[in-house]
């Protein structure tokens, strides 16, 4: 089925591990993003990528890392994990921007202890 | 940077009436796209009905509609005949010209049988 593909949908971390939340499309969208959703805060952007080889920082990109080498997969980094990136992360795909809304992928539950 | 901002937290609804949701949001652009979405229990965000700025008619999906007011930027949804099925997070979103949807905190939608 076409769509964003997550994994994995659930993931607990100790505190200063490191992972990688994965994401692939296969509607050969260009702009891809990551997106943290805490409560009642909505969801703020992390990180996006307009292209393969181009990414730029979202709100709040403090502790995360990307890189964009293919159209296809958009993985989001933690780099040293802390208690306050327990969020539920998706990430999201669109033809071009956002103009027309996003494809979300399922969302990924993680929590850091 | 815009702002949005969903004033109701939660409300409720008595299955087959009508409900509004409320949405504001603070921008300086005069072309962007609203969005509203949909988080129902399975995390899953569903795009339910989309507006374009530009275009003084409001939108509708349905039993989905909203009432676009540009000069209050005001962006609110109506739900007719609500279901079972429409119970869940309701978030409203903006994408303008600097690459990041803005969501608002959200409206946690209840429907009573």
């Known amino acids: 089925n076409a769509g964003v593909t997550q994994t994995p949908k659930f993931q607990v971390l100790k505190t200063g591990q490191s992972m990688t939340l994965q994401c692939a499309q296969d509607m050969n969208h260009e702009y891809m993003s990551w997106y943290r959703q805490d409560p009642g805060m909505g969801l703020r952007l992390i990180h996006y990528?307009?292209?393969?080889?181009?990414?730029d920082q979202g709100e709040v990109p403090n502790g995360y890392n990307v890189s964009r080498s293919t159209t296809e997969d958009f993985p989001l980094r933690l780099l040293s994990a802390a208690p306050s990136q327990t969020s539920v992360y998706f990430c999201?795909?669109?033809?071009?921007?956002?103009?027309?809304?996003?494809?979300f992928g399922s969302g990924t539950r993680l929590t850091v202890v | 940077a815009q702002t949005v901002t969903q004033s109701q937290p939660e409300m409720s609804v008595q299955e087959a009436e009508t409900v509004t949701l409320s949405c504001t949001y603070d921008t300086s652009e005069s072309d962007y796209y609203l969005f509203w979405y949909k988080q129902p229990p399975s995390r899953q965000m569903i795009l339910v009905i989309r507006?374009?700025?530009?275009?003084?008619q409001n939108a509708t999906e349905n039993r989905f509609s909203v009432n676009f007011q540009k000069a209050a930027k005001s962006f609110s949804l109506k739900i007719s005949d609500s279901q079972l099925g429409d119970a869940a997070m309701y978030f409203c979103?903006?994408?303008?010209?600097?690459?990041?949807?803005?969501f608002g905190a959200g409206t946690r939608l209840t429907v009573k049988p």
């Open positions: 507006q374009e700025a530009y275009k003084q």
């Open positions: 979103a903006y994408w303008g010209n600097n690459n990041d949807m803005r």
């Open positions: 990528s307009v292209g393969a080889g181009i990414t």
């Open positions: 999201a795909s669109s033809y071009s921007g956002g103009s027309y809304g996003y494809t």
